[in-house]
């Protein structure tokens, strides 16, 4: 058995990697890790990637060097094509996150309610300065204590 | 008691300085130095020497050489400083010097206002200095640049404590990498420390260049670029706060409140009146100059 503990990190691309960093830090609150590569003694300065740390949740990026297209202008939600990250944040924040990106600036799509039996209340769809999809939403059952995950017992 | 939301985060204090003030290196032969940089600085400028020191003062900069029989310079670092020289006058400095022996290199470097090749020369005792073409008569320093080891505590110093803000970077887009590809690196005169050629395992041992990563940093009119170093360079010891080459920073702020700034940051300064002295997390010499004690 492979005894995976949970996922641990992302890594993306990004045709300016400061510059998404950023967004992740101003627009969902990340905290900035560190610069891989972006010293002198590990490979005499290697193409920098930042690391940033958004929750538990570690994302690094790199620059996008074959100039793929991440996603169409004016798609905000990752459809079957796509992939995003999603986050939830509690009940009670939800509307303030939404203002928060109005104040950013940043273009939305939602909130959509999801389905009244099923464990997501909400979400919000929109996607970074790269093109990266993401999702924030609240859980209805974000009050359910969870059982902690228990590796290499099963 | 209020709610933490309901806490006003003041702004952080920062020394905030405003322009590079000067430039502190080392020379072997004073006389010979002013001989050098006469021609480059013109006129419009106030020379003073004495046998330890030459300086030269025109507005609010001034380069200062202190003699050294063995001075410390950084000639294959990508540590130089950038003067400016009114663009008429470029031409004939550059033949003049190269006419009494010295080296001249036309380089171009990554910047946007440094895209097109300029005159790279070396002082008698081994400065690198740059002749930027510029239609400002009054600046005399238009950028220095520093090798930096790590761009984390780099720009945790410089960003940070400083308050220092990000002008240009180089090496963090796609972009930067795109453009290299497409030019012939046998034609393209980008200086040597914009570049570097450690492979990676993809390239299958061809050499390919790519940007050396860097960041410039604003200080009002002036601009000090931090390079990653391409190779590792042997430092004068850590205690050591005065030295050369040194870069000095304007503040507005008092010698009080700059160090009370500096107080809440694990850097090390050594103080003298209204002068700051301390390094760089990567060693580099710097000196804060206050207005007034």
């Known amino acids: 058995m492979a005894e995976v503990e949970s996922i641990s990190h992302s890594g993306l691309r990004a045709d300016d990697v400061r510059q998404v960093e950023e967004f992740w830090q101003s627009v969902l609150g990340a905290a900035h890790m560190h610069v891989s590569s972006g010293n002198a003694y590990l490979g005499h300065g290697g193409t920098p990637h930042p690391c940033a740390l958004l929750g538990d949740y570690l994302f690094v990026v790199f620059p996008e060097l074959k100039g793929a297209t991440l996603s169409a202008d004016g798609q905000l939600r990752g459809g079957p094509e796509s992939y995003r990250h999603a986050f939830s944040v509690p009940r009670a924040r939800f509307e303030a996150f939404l203002a928060h990106l109005k104040e950013e600036h940043v273009p939305f799509e939602g909130p959509v309610e999801h389905p009244h039996r099923g464990p997501l209340g909400e979400s919000v769809y929109f996607k970074d300065s790269a093109g990266h999809f993401f999702e924030v939403c609240w859980r209805r059952d974000e009050d359910v204590e969870y059982s902690a995950v228990m590796v290499g017992e099963a | 008691m209020a709610s933490p939301a309901a806490v006003v985060q003041a702004e952080p204090t920062r020394i905030a300085p405003d322009l590079i003030a000067g430039i502190v290196l080392e020379a072997a032969d004073l006389s010979a130095t002013r001989a050098f940089y006469e021609p480059i600085i013109g006129r419009n400028s106030t020379w003073s020497e004495n046998a330890q020191e030459l300086t030269c003062r025109r507005g609010p900069q ?23 020289v009114t663009a008429s006058r470029v031409g004939g400095v550059v033949e003049e010097l190269a006419a009494q022996g010295f080296d001249r290199l036309e380089w171009r470097e990554d910047h946007p206002d440094e895209r097109s090749p300029s005159a790279y020369l070396t002082d008698p005792s081994g400065n690198r200095v740059q002749l930027v073409a510029s239609s400002v008569a009054a600046g005399l320093i238009h950028h220095a640049a520093f090798e930096i080891n790590n761009f984390d505590y780099a720009e945790y110093f410089y960003l940070s404590a400083l308050g220092a803000a990000v002008d240009y970077y180089h090496g963090w887009r796609a972009e930067d990498y795109r453009v290299d590809s497409e030019t012939d690196d046998t034609s393209d005169a980008c200086a040597p420390w914009t570049r570097r050629d450690r492979g990676s395992y993809r390239d299958q041992g061809q050499r390919i260049l790519r940007p050396n990563a860097q960041v410039y940093l604003r200080f009002g009119p002036t601009l000090l670029g931090l390079f990653i170093a391409t190779s590792a360079r042997q430092q004068p010891p850590e205690e050591m706060m005065r030295g050369t080459p040194r870069v000095v920073l304007r503040t507005n702020r008092t010698p009080r409140e700059v160090a009370e700034i500096l107080d809440g940051f694990p850097f090390r300064y050594e103080r003298g009146g209204w002068r700051f002295f301390l390094r760089d997390p990567s060693g580099n010499f710097i000196e804060l100059e206050c207005q007034g004690p």
């Open chain 2, 62 to 84: 001034h380069i200062r050489f202190m003699q050294r029989s063995q001075p410390r310079t950084m000639g294959e670092h990508a540590q130089h400083f950038g003067l400016r």
